[in-house]
């Protein structure tokens, strides 16, 4: 398992996801990025007018995932004590969607996810709104989070909603069917590397 001290140590530790595995992710999404955005808006200001002092305060949550990000040893520790053995995994560095296609890629499935689903705290939204951009492209394509991504079977589930920390997104298809993001719309879009492209011409 991947420490904290080599984030960009990816291990998929088991690409066995089948069809109807759940798909989980721990914590919450798209923080990192949006606090990443924070600050190269602040460093241009400086840069342009050195004496003003940055307005960072109000921002202390998602420059905090960005700063700050904790390896998620916790959850594999739950996991472990729970009996869990999760048939797929990674660190959530490259973004959300790209490791969604990775993991579908090493495995041979397809996914569905559901934007509903999508644990994004509510610091992370009301930032996002700021920049008018949409929390929801925040959580698939920003990484720096350094949350899990995990696929599970689904006689686990039980055992899995005993963890706050934990998220249900969505489960494994098969591979005809691609990766899919379910919008609250209602709408069916495919997922990308690069996120999704429900707001692209």
């Known amino acids: 398992f991947p420490s904290h001290d080599s984030p960009a140590d990816k291990v998929v530790l088991r690409s ?24 190269e808006r602040e460093k241009k200001i400086y840069l342009e007018s050195p004496q003003v002092q940055p307005d960072l305060e109000n921002e202390s949550y998602v420059i905090g995932r960005l700063l700050k990000p904790r390896a998620r040893k916790d959850i594999q ?34 996914c569905l996810i559901y934007e509903e689903k999508l644990p994004i705290a509510e ?27 995990f696929t ?26 691609g990766a899919t993001l379910l919008t609250k719309g209602g709408n069916s879009y495919p997922i990308t590397a690069q996120g999704w492209n429900a707001f692209k011409p």
């Open 77 to 110: 520790e739950f996991l472990d004590d729970s009996g869990i053995v999760p048939t797929s995994m990674m660190d959530i560095s490259d973004g959300l969607s790209s490791e969604l296609l990775h993991i579908c890629s090493k495995s041979g499935v397809g």
């Open 152 to 177: 599970i079977r689904q006689e686990d589930y039980e055992k899995i909603t005993l963890n706050e920390q934990i998220s249900v997104i969505g489960y494994v298809t098969e591979a005809e069917k």
């Open 16 to 39: 066995t996801a089948q069809k109807g595995d759940l798909i989980c992710v721990s914590g919450d999404l798209g923080g990192a990025y949006i606090g990443l955005l924070f600050l």
């Open 123 to 149: 610091a992370s939204k009301n930032a996002a709104y700021k920049f008018q951009i949409d929390p929801t492209a925040c959580a698939l394509s920003g990484g720096e989070d350094y949350e899990l991504l």
